[in-house]
């Protein structure tokens, strides 16, 4: 244990995801040994986040604005919506740079453990905007665990009657890897989705 | 395959333990409350990352330690391998196959194959169903590791629904739309909970119909006359009725290619999905899940009568015997023997039972066993000896 000021940032850094005890000590006298400029920058930028950050009211991925950049994006494929738990599945989704549709946070995925039910996903803004028909396609991206494929499977059967193209990302071997590394569930997941080779 | 060596530290009593084994018999004997079974049990807890006296690992932790560490070499034809197992109450075990740590512990499972007969398996006859449910699902995995997964995701589907259900009961006061929302929700569960639960139905039932006529045998071997001991599964859902709300061109379909293990699955899944649309008002108004694999129960009979009621305590006795023999016959069967560990059995057993079941394990690749009194092991099971005195472990023979 430390004197009372530094304790308390030891104390919470540690309440942050992937920094345990040791990691938050590190990080404090670090920080206690940087240039004074360079902290402050960081608490600005801590500060700023949380008073600038704001959530898209269409798709519900972070922005500064009222709206997202890919949702004020004129380019963007207006016919295609990928729906992802969370906002850093979109960064994620992004790096591929070949998805040009829009996305939909949903915020998480069904897990009535934890008490999350469909009213509590921004599954109804979905349907709203599912509404007016120019959506043609909607793609599943949700995690492929339990609860995403539970979500998936719920939206899945929600908008059936509307007659979209709905799809879900296939799950297998991952590229650039070996056979024998692979868990036995994915490979069994890859042995079902296999698909004809065509030469 | 066998143990070549077993050191525990701060594992139960002991604080340290280091012991090297050969292959045959080795008996651990001493007075009670000395630690011949926390031996044994750390060897159960390798194979299976299970004890078979606790259900948590923290009573596996000696007072006053923070973990307990658990090392077994152990050779099969495949060569030998060292396992390492860090025993963290509480948090996730650490677990190291040849030095290299495993990022999924179940992974170590198959390793090392045990058959662990004990005081505690009374309770396969005597206990409630979820005993011998646990039986069967930890043979399943001794067979098929690929099973540690199935069983894992069933629980977890089954978690997910049951907390949907108790909430949905707190909630059935509500509108018709609230109620059509949690219907949609469920129908979701139902589907995953069939389709993980089929899997796990249909690989019991396989079991049991293979366990079947060994523990008829063994049930004889070990009583030494006819005694007709049986084993049956039975599921907690009858055959739907013909014309049920399921999707009966599936089954149809389903029943064309009976005989695979694919189309069990089909009719499986079908039939708790089934069983599942008709259990659906009775289920919301009582907030638990009624159907599945979680409420099957493996019947166990003697002369056709219901063993659990029944039986008297040396029949009960005999019979969960003949489980176990069974088990290892079965896992025994083209393969390699398992480690077959007796742990404080013959005490309970009259001369003319001890000596058969001696008989029937003495040719096994290797055989630990426990007793208080060197004397109740019976002459066919010779081999290593060690006694345990005032914590210490000495080589006797």
Known sequence: MYEGVIQHLIDELGRLPGVGPKGAQRIAFHLLAADPEDVKRLAAALVEVTERVRFCRTCGNVAEADECRICLDPRRDLSVICVVEEPKDVAAIEKIREFRGRYHVLGGAISPIDGVGPDEL???????????????????????????????????????????????????????????????????RAFEGRRLLDV | ??????????????????????????????????????????????????????????????????????????????????????????????????????????????????????????????????????????????????????????????????????????????????????????????????????????????????????????????????????????????????????????????????????????????????????????ELDRGVCLVGPHRDELELFIREMPARGYASHGESWSLALALRLASFDLLRAGREDPVLILDDVFAELDAGRRDRLAALVAGAEQVLVTAAAPADVPPVLAGARFTISGGVLTRAG
Do not use: C
Not at chain 2, 42 to 54: E, F, I, K, Q
Not at chain 2, 66 to 86: C, H, K, Q
Not at chain 2, 92 to 104: C, D, E, I, Q, Y
Not at chain 2, 196 to 219: F, I, M, N
């Open chain 1, 122 to 188: 921004r599954i109804r803004e979905l349907m709203t905007r599912l509404s007016d028909g120019t959506v043609t396609e909607l793609i599943l991206a949700t995690d492929p665990n339990l609860e995403g494929e539970a979500t998936a499977t719920y939206l899945a059967r929600l908008v059936k009657p509307m007659g979209l193209r709905v799809t879900r990302p296939a799950s297998g071997l991952p590229v650039g890897g070996d056979l024998e590394y692979a868990d036995e569930v994915t490979l069994g």
């Open chain 2, 1 to 282: 395959m066998y143990l070549t060596r077993l050191a525990l530290t701060d594992f139960r009593s002991w604080a340290v333990a280091d012991v090297s084994l050969e292959p045959g018999v080795t008996v651990f004997s001493g007075p009670n409350g000395e630690g011949k079974t926390n031996l044994v049990e750390a060897v159960g807890y390798v194979a299976t990352l299970g004890s078979h006296r606790a259900a948590q690992d923290a009573p596996l932790v000696r007072r006053g330690a923070e973990r307990a560490v658990l090392r077994a070499a152990v050779t099969s034809t495949d060569g030998s391998s060292i396992l390492e197992i860090e025993v963290n109450p509480g948090r996730a075990n650490r677990v190291r196959l040849n030095r290299a740590p495993l990022t999924r512990p179940r992974e170590i499972l198959g390793v090392l194959r045990t058959v662990l007969f004990a005081p505690e398996d009374l309770a396969l006859v005597k206990g409630d169903p979820g005993e011998r449910r646990r039986f069967l699902d930890d043979l399943l995995v001794a067979m098929a590791p690929r099973y540690a997964a199935v069983r894992g995701d069933y629980d977890r589907v089954l978690r997910q629904r049951s907390a949907l259900l108790k909430s949905a009961g707190l909630k059935s006061g509500r509108s018709a739309q609230a109620r059509d929302a949690i219907a949609a929700t469920l129908d979701v569960w139902d589907a995953h909970l069939a389709r993980t639960g089929a899997e796990l139905l249909v690989g019991r039932e396989r079991l049991v119909r293979a366990l079947r006529p060994l523990v008829e045998r063994s049930y004889t071997a070990v009583v030494g006359a006819q005694g007709p001991a049986a084993i049956a599964y039975r599921r907690s859902f009858g055959e739907a009725a013909p014309g049920g709300t399921g999707n009966t061109a599936e089954r149809q379909n389903a029943e064309k290619s009976a005989g695979t293990r694919g189309a069990e699955l089909g009719m499986a899944e079908a039939g708790l999905r089934d069983a599942l649309a008709d259990a659906r008002t009775s």
